[in-house]
C-alpha cells in the first residue's frame, strides 16, 4: 500500500517569510486566503497580527487601505466590522486563542500568564506578567512561592532577585554593567517602585535611579546630572546583551552605526519607554520564533514607522539624546 506524503505548510511558510521581510502586500493577502479556507494557524497569526500591531506603526500597504478593505484581509465575515479570527479560535474550543485574549482583558491574572507559557507564548506570557505588575497588583507576583517555576520564567523577577541577593557596592555604573543584561530594564523599573516600601536600606542608588528613569522613556534627569556618558556605556553593554532590545540593536546598528548606547536610550525615549518595547514582539511564537522576528526587517521597519509617526515633535531639547535617531525619525515622519 502507497503511503500518502506528508502534508506540507510551503504557502503558510511564503506567507510568513514575506511578511518578516515587511512585504504586506503580498504576505497578508496570502494569509488572508489560508485563514478564510480553515488553516487554523494562519487564523491564530492574522488575528495575532491585527492585534499586537504599535499604533501608527502599519505599513504603506496597510495605511493605503479604506477601513473596508482592512477588515474584510485582516478579519473573518460578520456584521459591519467582522469577527477577529482570534475570537473566531476561541469560539471552536482553541486554548491559546482563548489564553491571548484573556491577556488583553484589565483583571487577566498569572493564571493566564500560565496559560500563556503552558503553550508556549513566553513573550505574551512575560509581557503580560509585566503588565500585572506595573498595574500595581505586585501581590499577584509576590504571592507566588518562592520555588514556583512561574518565577523562573520572567526574566525581570530573575534581575530583582539577583540585585536584593548581591546589592551593589562601591562604583554602581560598574557593578550595573556586570548584572544580567536579559530583565535588566524591567528589573530595574521593579525596584525603584518596590525597594523603597519593601526594602529601604536597598534603594537604589540616585546614578541607578536615573538610569531606572530613563528605562521609563524620561531621561531628562540622567541628562541634567551628566551622568548621561556613563548611562550610554552601559546601555551599550546591554544592547549587545539584552534580548528583549534586539529589535532596537538591530535597527542602531543599521541607522546609527558607532551609537549603540546612545541610539538605544533615544529609541527607548521615543517610545515611552523600554517596557513598551514588548509591543513589538513575535505575534505567534509556535510560528514566529522570537529570535527570528527581533532581527527581521518587519521588526525593524516596524519599529522605524511607529517613531516616525509619534514624530521628533514629542522630544523636548532634554530628551536629546542622539541627533542620528532624531534625524531619521524626522525622515520616517516626512515619509509617511
Known sequence: MAVAPPVTAAP??????????????????????????????????????????????????????SRRERIDLLRSPGGLSGKSWLRVRAD?????????????????????????????EREA????????FDRGRWNDIFALAPDDPLLEQ?????????????????????????????????????????????????RPSEQMREYSIAQRGFPAELVA???????????????????????????????CPGEGGLCAMQVITQVGGADNIKAADSPLER??????????????????RWMGTIGENSLGNHDLISQCVRDDIREASAGR
Open 12 to 65: 503558510l511558510d511564503d506567507a510568513i517569510s514575506l511578511w518578516l521581510d515587511d512585504n504586506d502586500a503580498d504576505a497578508l493577502p496570502m494569509l488572508s486566503e489560508l485563514a478564510s479556507s480553515g488553516d487554523a494557524d494562519a487564523q491564530l497569526l492574522l488575528g495575532q497580527i491585527e492585534a499586537t500591531l504599535p499604533p501608527g506603526a502599519g505599513s504603506e500597504f496597510m495605511t493605503g487601505l
Open 92 to 120: 471552536e474550543g482553541d486554548t491559546l486563542a482563548a489564553a491571548l485574549l484573556a491577556s488583553r482583558l484589565p483583571d487577566a491574572d498569572m493564571d493566564v500568564v500560565r496559560a500563556l507559557l503552558d503553550a508556549g
Open 125 to 132: 506570557a512575560e509581557k503580560l506578567a509585566w503588565e500585572i
Open 154 to 202: 520572567l526574566d525581570f523577577v530573575l534581575w530583582m532577585r539577583a540585585y536584593f541577593a548581591s546589592p551593589p557596592m562601591g562604583d554602581h555604573w560598574k557593578w550595573l554593567d556586570t548584572t544580567p543584561a536579559t530583565g535588566r530594564s524591567g528589573g530595574m523599573m521593579m525596584i525603584s517602585l518596590v525597594a523603597p516600601v519593601l526594602a529601604p536600606h536597598l
Open 225 to 255: 546630572s551628566g551622568n548621561l556618558p556613563r548611562a550610554a556605556a552601559v546601555m551599550g553593554g546591554q544592547l549587545v546583551g539584552d534580548a528583549n532590545l534586539a529589535t532596537v540593536e538591530a535597527y542602531c546598528e543599521q541607522i
Open 287 to 304: 510560528l514566529i520564533a522570537q529570535d527570528r522576528f527581533m532581527t527581521s526587517a518587519r521588526a525593524v521597519g516596524q519599529l522605524r
